[in-house]
């Protein structure tokens, strides 16, 4: 049933998943009615993800981003298996994440067609229309797990939570190297175009990506931080509190980070449906106690 050329369609769809510094951790295995997704080890962010919890989330949305390429080919996911708490490893650093049985009989899932619309939006915001927010407010309700707050001030407070742990995070020599690693600053790099974090989609000039990654490396960011103005430097304020609106993304405590992640996608598939952009605030998740 999945023959070579299918299995290669599926996975081009379903790698257009969001993942954790566009790491793209995830790794399909195929049999004749069946495929696994495992995590690759060498794309485990160490310093930034060091619970794996952001690895996970990200296998969880190519699941995601598996089932609904199969649906688009009439091919439904069944016995879908969250695996990722087995810690199953295999010989080659691989590591299982879930696995899933594929019949014939699917209806295409009406969010694929916004799959390679969806993109990270690192700039300033236009104000969105309020019927654009109601609209996915509305698509996001079945799902459980987020809140939208509109309130200025709230935007605010969350802009300042923000750049305050950003900074927290860039101080840490360990985790910037780690970030620069994933980074593709210039056209030249041999990754560009293939994963990672580039200047083009972080809406960075030239002259921009020029100046990162001098001043994210050591001990330029240090002496940027001793004489006060490392801070202004990586805040981003001023686009966050341009901002329409902020969404919480809030799983029950004993929900698996691969299901989380399978919600995240669609989340994000149905802002994209709403005419919305956003880019993620991941500091904000990663410190303890802000998650908390």
Known sequence: MLT????????????????????QPARWRFSANGIEIWADQKRFLAVGDPLLHDAALSCGAALEGTVMALAERGLKAVQVQDLWSDETTSADGLR????????DGASP???????RQRF??????????????DQFERAIASLGVCTVIRSQADIEWLADV???????????????DELRFWMRL?????????????????????????????AL?????????????????????????SASGIVLF?????????DAGRSFYRMWLELTRASLVAWPMAVVADDPVSNS
């Open 4 to 23: 070579p050329d299918l299995q290669t369609a599926i996975v081009t769809d379903a790698n257009l998943a969001p993942s954790v510094h566009n790491t």
């Open 96 to 103: 299982l994440c879930a696995r899933l049985q594929v019949e």
């Open 109 to 115: 899932d009406a969010l694929n067609a916004y799959v």
């Open 120 to 133: 990270t939006w690192r700039g300033a915001f236009d104000p969105a229309d309020s019927r654009h927010l």
């Open 162 to 176: 923000n750049d305050d742990l950003s900074l927290k995070f860039f101080s840490d020599k360990a985790y910037r």
């Open 186 to 214: 210039s056209r030249a790099h041999p990754e560009w175009d293939v994963d990672g974090l580039s200047a083009e989609a972080m809406q960075m000039s030239a002259f921009e990506a020029t100046g990162a990654r001098v």
């Open 217 to 241: 490396a050591s001990p330029v960011f240090e002496m940027l931080k001793a004489i006060g103005v490392a801070r202004s430097l990586i805040s981003e304020r001023s686009k966050t509190c």
């Open 250 to 258: 809030h799983t029950p405590i004993d929900m698996s980070p691969v």
